[in-house]
């Protein structure tokens, strides 16, 4: 039940069944490759009967039958849910291209001005959220740049300069900015979770993994120095949900999902970099906000779904040079 060896129908139908879906997991797999292989045999062969070595026979005959076009087959964990996922990545051309192919320049525009947020602007030592909750998201809307030119009209009156074509682009309104993102959700770029937050998906880490290293990382910046794109000490893989050293510079990550294997292996759970005690209780992602003393004491003033959109902008605030400190007490306070 291996197939043959030469590249058939099968793996024709593997791959094109891939190729539309853009990921893959062995789950998705079974019903797919149990129908071709059906087909193929002449009997029936049930969902049961699929392993991972007969999925892995047909990844890399599509994965050679790809490589000639420049795209490659990668694999992840899903941070949380500790599932494999396959993906068809393309190997020469960056992200923000492709996506130009089924979107709009102002779809582009506003999906870049979403991931620096994300990585960005909600991104700093003191608060690696790497994810938007809906109040944030709408902020991304507007372009900036059209926020610019439509205040320099207001000044000058019709002497103001016309606006250049790179700053053109106005911005997408909230419906067409949800119906972006939506069809983001679809395309399995972006997750959305059950309290509407938006966050990269595995996807997206693997086609954008050395984009966001080249976007967002200081490629001058010493070693040891924070850097907003992080990985992973077990699997080395970029974190942008999981565990970090309780260190506020230090830029040792885990996820939830590697960290038992990887301390098993270790005498203390102590930081591997800077050595001090890892407690696993400082976090990136939804956590690194949900987790807070504001936060939590702000939850028993509110119901089930009243997530406060406004509280955790608060709390995601940017830092404002050394004043964050003033600013937990702030919230402590209220
Ligand atoms: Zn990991
Ligand atoms: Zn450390």
Same mark, same amino acid.
């Given at each position: 039940m291996e197939g043959d060896d030469e590249y058939n129908d099968g793996n024709r139908a593997f791959l094109q069944a891939f190729m539309a879906r853009g990921t893959m997991t062995l789950r998705e797999a079974k019903p797919i490759l149990a129908n071709i292989l059906t087909i193929q045999e002449g009997e029936p062969v049930e969902t049961v009967q699929i392993t991972q070595e007969i999925f892995d026979s047909y990844l890399s005959a599509a994965q050679e039958a790809l490589s000639s076009l420049d795209y490659d087959i990668r694999?992840?964990?899903h941070q949380v849910a500790k599932k494999r996922i396959w993906a068809i990545v393309n190997t020469t051309s960056d992200a923000m291209t492709q996506l130009a192919t089924l979107h709009s320049a102002e779809e582009i525009a506003f999906v870049k001005r979403v991931l620096d947020a994300m990585f960005d602007k909600y991104n700093s030592p003191r608060l690696e959220a790497m994810f938007l909750d809906s109040m944030q998201f709408h902020q991304c809307c507007r372009a900036p740049a059209a926020a610019q030119a439509a205040d320099a009209v207001e000044e000058d009156g019709e002497e103001g300069q016309p606006p250049q074509p790179s700053?053109?682009?106005? =911005?997408?309104?909230?419906?067409?900015?949800?119906?972006?993102?939506?069809?983001?959700v679809d395309e399995g770029w972006f997750e959305r979770s059950v309290e509407g937050c938006y966050s990269l998906s595995p996807r997206a880490l693997m086609e954008l993994h050395s984009w966001l290293i080249e976007t967002y990382n200081d490629p001058g910046a010493e070693p040891g120095d924070w850097q907003r794109i992080k990985f992973c000490e077990a699997c080395k893989d970029i974190v942008t949900v =999981?565990?970090?050293c309780t260190e506020r510079d230090c830029n040792v990550r885990l996820h939830d999902i590697c960290e038992e294997a990887f301390w098993r292996t270790k005498r203390e759970k102590k930081c591997p970099k800077c050595q001090t005690l890892w407690d696993g209780k400082h976090f990136v992602g939804e956590r690194a906000v949900t987790e807070t003393e504001a936060y939590r004491r702000s939850k028993g003033h509110r119901g089930r779904d009243g997530r406060s959109s406004g509280l955790m902008e608060q709390i995601m605030a940017p830092d404002e040079e050394e004043e964050e400190e003033e600013d937990q007490e702030h919230l402590d306070d209220e």
């Open positions: 694999s992840t964990m700053q053109q682009l106005r =911005g997408l309104k909230s419906s067409e900015a949800e119906a972006m993102m939506q069809s983001m =999981g565990q970090r």
